[in-house]
């Protein structure tokens, strides 16, 4: 029986350690980038907490309608008498929930799709080319606002919607690193030991491109959150949901701005650009720390 060697697992460990200080003194250089994840990480906290610090019930009416700001409710009501600050409180589960699960979807599609296409070449990749080139000539929004009218306005349609629509950027991004790194002497190597394709492509392609996925990702979440926002604005969304998006189409449609209840209007729409704007720093400072090319220019 071969025991296993301890300091082979230590040394692993201190590797991997030493890797990830590194990483963060990269990151840690860039203001911006600091403070797009503390405001990322507020946010997901107020997700989190969000049925232990909400001061009210979001879903409750009062005949407190309209409101401004006061003691009792610090964002005002809306014109149900809904406590502002509830609802933005959930609102930031919905934006996320939706962002993180529709960005899983788009990267699964887009990954796999670049995957196979840098790969295996030929065929293969004309025809998953010319599927993400038709996807990226049709303009998006229109066909996100299409696609939810027919489907019809829920939470899961408005998930399908901008998941199924948001993956050929990350395709074409997969596909050109794929076809760089499959021509390394060690892929031709795991090819004359006898290794398969789905066995390369798992143990040797996928980690040398793990690091630009990962720094797409944070940029397709944040293409997610916008895409939801805008759907629920235009009424395709879960109007049963509190989502910042779904907040600003009842404070549209009920005329917010023309009663100048500026405090129905303004927290959702600064909450949603500032997380958009966060997930925007977070991933360009991780883009220019996994592309040596981009952080000599900096």
Request: hydrophobic share 50%; proline share 5%.
């Amino acid at each position: 029986m071969k025991l296993s060697d301890p300091s082979a697992g230590r040394s692993t460990f201190r590797i991997e350690m030493k890797q990830v200080r590194e990483f963060w003194r990269l990151y840690r250089k860039s203001r911006l980038a600091i403070a797009g994840l503390a405001v990322i990480i507020f946010f997901a906290a107020l997700a989190i907490l969000a049925p232990l610090i909400t001061p009210y019930n979001p879903f409750a009416t009062s005949f407190n309608t309209l409101q401004p700001p006061s003691y009792t409710y610090l964002l005002g009501t809306s014109e149900l008498g809904n406590d502002i600050l509830s609802q933005l409180i959930y609102g930031a589960r919905i934006s996320l929930l939706v962002g993180f699960i529709a960005a899983s979807v788009s990267m699964v599609i887009g990954v796999s799709s670049g995957l196979l296409a840098g790969y295996y070449g030929g065929y293969v990749d004309i025809l998953l080319t010319r599927i993400t080139d038709i996807f990226l000539v049709i303009p998006t929004l229109p066909l996100m606002i299409v696609m939810g009218a027919v489907l019809g306005p829920s939470l899961s349609n408005v998930i399908f919607v901008i998941g199924i629509l948001g993956w050929p950027s990350t395709a074409r991004i997969v596909r050109s690193q794929t076809l760089s790194v499959k021509e390394r002497p060690f892929i031709e190597s795991a090819r004359i030991i006898g290794s398969r394709d789905l066995h390369i492509i798992a143990r040797h392609i996928m980690p040398n491109v793990m690091t630009l996925i990962f720094a797409n990702a944070v940029l397709v979440v944040n293409y997610a959150i916008l895409s939801e926002a805008i759907l629920s604005f235009l009424g395709l969304g879960d109007i049963s949901q509190i989502s910042w998006g779904i907040m600003l189409y009842f404070a549209f449609r009920t005329g917010a701005l023309s009663s100048k209840a500026w405090w129905y209007v303004l927290p959702p729409g600064i909450c949603l650009v500032s997380l958009v704007v966060s997930f925007a720093f977070v991933g360009r400072s991780l883009d220019a720390i996994f592309n040596p090319k981009l952080r000599e220019m900096r």
